[in-house]
């Protein structure tokens, strides 16, 4: 069983950054695909960027070029470094993993087996 926990959820002003984190209670290596999904008020859970475990990311439109995924193995943790932030990102931001994702369904939440209990970001 994995357990995922996010961290790095704040409150910001609009232009400014942040980055959170996800550990792993596992290695995730070669082994697990990761992504953040965002649930805004209001709206449903949205994949916002992923990593597959060949280490291809994918990017939703609304956030590429702002934000950057990243796996650091050492440290079991998946990070999503986040700049320009605007009120529209806010949101609970997940973190998910799976070892059975083809790339192209990686922003799709229901292909995920394994999640975080979420981190707010709060943009005004």
């Known amino acids: 069983h994995v357990q995922l926990v996010e961290s790095g959820g704040a409150s910001v002003q609009a232009g400014g950054s942040l980055t959170l984190s996800c550990v792993s209670s596992?290695?995730?290596?070669?082994?697990?695909?990761m992504g953040w999904f965002r649930q805004s008020p209001g709206k449903e859970r949205e994949g916002i960027a992923a990593?597959?475990?060949?280490?291809?990311?994918v990017y939703a439109d609304s956030v590429k070029g702002r934000f950057r995924i990243s796996v650091d193995n050492h440290k079991n943790t998946l990070s999503l470094q986040m700049n320009s932030l605007q009120p529209e990102d806010t949101g609970i931001y997940y973190c998910?993993?799976?070892?059975?994702?083809?790339?192209?369904?990686?922003?799709?939440?229901?292909?995920?087996?394994?999640w975080g209990q979420g981190t707010q970001v709060t943009v005004s």
């Open positions: 596992v290695y995730i290596g070669r082994d697990y695909s």
């Open positions: 990593m597959h475990k060949t280490s291809l990311p």
């Open positions: 998910a993993a799976d070892m059975e994702i083809g790339y192209w369904t990686l922003l799709q939440a229901e292909h995920y087996k394994y």
